[in-house]
């Protein structure tokens, strides 16, 4: 649960304690505006995250690619965001583009770390489809290594989470990071 007044307290003391004035015009709003918006990704969080959408026959590789996230990383609360590649190979029930769209977000909108947003989406697609296998793949950039000059904004972070057929089988492996470049 959201509690806004802790956030908007809480914001007014990290300003002061970068030494701002929180009572300057531009910031005035600033902590019902933080308190407002973590409570728009709470909702975007609620999301039911049952997935299946439709039986069918197909049973080839399922692949979507370049899906946009925009997440929280949980030791400087500042963003990292890339995109997420998602592959499947369905046994029997598959899902909607939008569905797997929705739970990235949902997975994302949080203080997270890149590995664990990569295994959660595993996860989810694991236990909603139980697909013969499963394939996640997340480049990001890290905005607390960039801003900080650690390494450069084309430097990724590139991390996988690979279940069932992915891991067993090299040919599927193969295939899913070819198709993925
Ligand atoms: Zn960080």
Redesign the pocket.
């Known amino acids: 649960m959201i509690d806004r007044e802790k956030i908007e307290r809480a914001v007014r003391l990290f300003l002061e304690g970068i030494g701002e004035d929180p009572n300057r015009e531009g910031l005035k709003e600033t902590p019902a505006r933080v308190a407002r918006m973590w409570e728009e990704f709470e909702k975007m969080r609620s999301f039911d995250m049952k997935l299946f959408e439709e039986f069918g026959s197909y049973n080839e590789m399922v692949l979507v690619k370049d899906i946009r996230f925009y997440s929280l990383?949980e030791?400087?609360l500042?963003p990292f965001f890339g995109k997420v590649h998602v592959a499947y190979i369905p046994d029997g029930v598959i899902c909607g583009l939008s569905k797997l769209i929705r739970v990235v977000k949902a997975l994302s909108l949080k203080p997270q770390v890149q590995e664990r947003l990569t295994e959660e989406i595993a996860d989810v697609l694991e236990r909603e489809l139980k697909p013969k296998g499963v394939g996640v793949v997340i480049s990001a950039e890290?905005l607390?290594m960039s801003m900080r000059g650690a390494s450069s904004p084309d430097h990724l972070t590139v991390t996988s989470a690979l279940r069932g057929i992915f891991l067993k089988d090299m040919r599927t492996r193969e295939e899913f990071l070819k198709l993925i470049g």
């Open positions: 990383c030791h400087h500042l890290h607390c």
